[in-house]
C-alpha cells in the first residue's frame, strides 16, 4: 500500500488579489478528490490561532502604528512563520494532509526586500534558519497578478475598515508598484506561474486547478 505524501501548496500574489477565496475553494476541489487539507495564513490569521505565537505576533506585525525597519519586519515574520510551519504545517504534512497556504516567504522577497529595500541575501539567510528546504520549495506555488491597481484597491476596501492603520496596506503607490513589480520578478526568477486575477472566481480557480492536478 503506498503511504499517503501530503503537498505544500503556495497561493502568492499582492494584496487583493483573491488568495484567502482561491484556499477555500481549492480546498473544496481537493476534498472532492478525497484529498484531506488544512489552510495556512502567513502571517497567521482566525484559521491558524491554535499557533499562539504566531496570532500574537501578527497583532504586531499589522499594526501600522508601531515603527520599526525591514530587519525587524524580517525577525517578525520569521518567528511567526517558523512557529506556524513547526506547529501546524509539517505535522498536517507528515499525516499524508495537504497544506494549502495563501503566502510563504515570496512575501518576504516582495514587501521586505524589494518593496523596503533589504538584502535579498539577508532573507534568504533567515528564512533558511527558520524554516527548512521543504518550506523553501513549495511542491506547487503560484503567484496570482491583477494589473488593474484601481480595482485592487476597491478589493482591499470592501473588507472594511481596519481596527488600526495596516502596516503595508497603507503604504502609498511607488511603494505598491515595488511589491506588484517584485512578485513578477519573483515569479520569473523561480519559475512559478503567473495567473490573472482579474478574471472570475470560479475561472481563477480553474486555472490553479489546472496547475494543481498534475501532482493528484
Known sequence: MTEKIGKYVVIEGHDGTGKTTQIDRIRERLSEHS????????PASEENESVLIAAALRKIIKN????????TNLFLFSASRRELWRQLALPALERGEW??????????????????????????SMTKQATDKRYIKPDIAVILNLDDESERQKRIESRGELQDPDTFESKGDEFQQKVKDAYLAIAHSYEIPVLSASKSKSEVTDDIWNIIKQDI
Open 35 to 42: 484529498i484531506t487539507s488544512i489552510e495556512l495564513h502567513e
Open 64 to 71: 501600522g502604528s508601531l515603527e520599526r525597519d525591514a530587519l
Open 99 to 124: 497544506v494549502v497556504a495563501a503566502r510563504n516567504y515570496y512575501s518576504t522577497l516582495a514587501y521586505q526586500g524589494y518593496g523596503e529595500g533589504l538584502d535579498i541575501d539577508v532573507i534568504h
